[in-house]
Nanobody, 122 residues
């Protein structure tokens, strides 16, 4: 079981910055991947960025050069630094992790946070 707590969302003007945090807790052994998805009203959920335990990243083209993901493995926390925000970045942002567990035979699992609202005004 993994519990995810997201924070850092809010209202910001176009061109501003926000930093999101996702803190994971539970009985997992390894967080294989941590990432962020977003969903705007009336639109499908889309990948923003993901980072593996080894540090490899995959960004959506729409956020490359503006958003940066990082993770602190000691704190089991991922961060999303969002700069040069645009109104089209407005969405609910969801943290997602893939975790493995210490018990023999335990399969990996995917877990989602409840989401945090990011609103960018113009």
């Amino acid at each position: 079981q993994v519990q995810l707590v997201e924070s850092g969302g809010g209202l910001v003007q176009a061109g501003g910055s926000l930093r999101l945090s996702c803190a994971a807790s539970g009985s997992f052994r390894v967080l294989n991947a941590m990432g962020w998805y977003r969903q705007a009203p009336g639109k499908q959920r889309e990948l923003v960025v993901i980072i593996t335990s080894g540090g490899a990243t995959n960004y959506a083209d729409s956020v490359k050069g503006r958003f940066t993901i990082s993770r602190d493995n000691a704190k089991n926390t991922a961060y999303l630094q969002m700069n040069s925000l645009k109104p089209e970045d407005t969405a609910v942002y969801y943290c997602k992790v893939v975790a493995t567990f210490g018990a023999l035979g335990s399969p990996p699992g995917t877990f989602w946070g409840l989401g945090t609202q990011v609103t960018v005004s113009s």
